[in-house]
T-cell receptor, first 112, second 118 residues
Framework: DQQVKQNSPSLSVQEGRISILNCDYT??????FLWYKKYPAEGPTFLISISSIKDKNEDGRFTVFLNKSAKHLSLHIVPSQPGDSAVYFC???????????FGKGTHLIIQP | GAGVSQSPSNKVTEKGKDVELRCDPI?????LYWYRQRLGQGLEFLIY????????KSGLPSDRFSAERTGESVSTLTIQRTQQEDSAVYLCASSPHYLSGGAVDTQYFGPGTRLTVL
């Protein structure tokens, strides 16, 4: 049973526009959420995170929004750049587990 | 500064053989995690080491999987009698320390070992 769901396997966005990646979760015990970015043949790299006590966290071009009542979070990238093309994983922490629980990822493609 | 390194980068083995995967965490990182990613899936937590505490083995899928860590350094993940469903990329991550109270320390990932069981 997938506790963290990324329902869009891929997303194509034009360079300069906003990219919005979505993530839903089912475990209400999750108390911290993270986004990782992964290029082929490399390990995931940390991008941005948010605690469950907040609803927004911003870092440069990247903003994560959390809607606890809807158990939904999203990552906004604006403006999108070609180097943003990668697989983005949503991850959650909590519920008694030491490790992170990951979604299946969304492949973001930035088109020139 | 060296990041997390893993070896081998690729491993092809025959069903039934044992394999050993190695992870060198970032120096000084007390926490170490193993994950695996099967084709088309997200990362799946396997095991967690924190300092000299007993490891959290809750994610290990079967008793064919085991892992060791010497102090706060190298870790090895061993899979005995490999099966085809063990084929995956095995990723190791380390973080500086474990934070209590819900706070999370950033995990730094290695490039992974791609395991193929024929």
């Amino acid at each position: 049973d997938q506790q963290v769901k990324q329902n869009s396997p891929s997303l194509s966005v034009q360079e300069g526009r906003i990219s919005i990646l979505n993530c839903d979760y089912t475990n209400s015990m999750f108390d911290y959420f993270l986004w990782y970015k992964k290029y082929p043949a490399e390990g995931p790299t940390f991008l941005i995170s948010i605690s469950s006590i907040k609803d927004k966290n911003e870092d440069g071009r990247f903003t994560v929004f959390l809607n606890k009542s809807a158990k939904h979070l999203s990552l906004h990238i604006v403006p999108s750049q070609p180097g943003d093309s990668a697989v983005y994983f949503c991850a959650a922490k909590g519920g008694g587990a030491d490790g992170l629980t990951f979604g299946k990822g969304t492949h973001l493609i930035i088109q020139p | 500064g060296a990041g997390v390194s893993q070896s081998p980068s690729n491993k092809v083995t025959e069903k039934g053989k044992d394999v050993e995967l190695r992870c060198d965490p970032i120096s000084g990182h007390t926490a170490l995690y193993w994950y695996r990613q099967r084709l088309g899936q997200g990362l799946e937590f396997l095991i967690y080491f924190q300092g000299n505490s007993a490891p959290d083995k809750s994610g290990l899928p079967s008793d064919r999987f085991s892992a060791e860590r010497t102090g706060e350094s190298v870790s090895t993940l061993t899979i005995q009698r490999t099966q085809q469903e063990d084929s995956a990329v095995y990723l190791c991550a380390s973080s500086p320390h474990y934070l209590s109270g819900g706070a999370v320390d950033t995990q730094y990932f290695g490039p992974g070992t791609r395991l193929t069981v024929l």
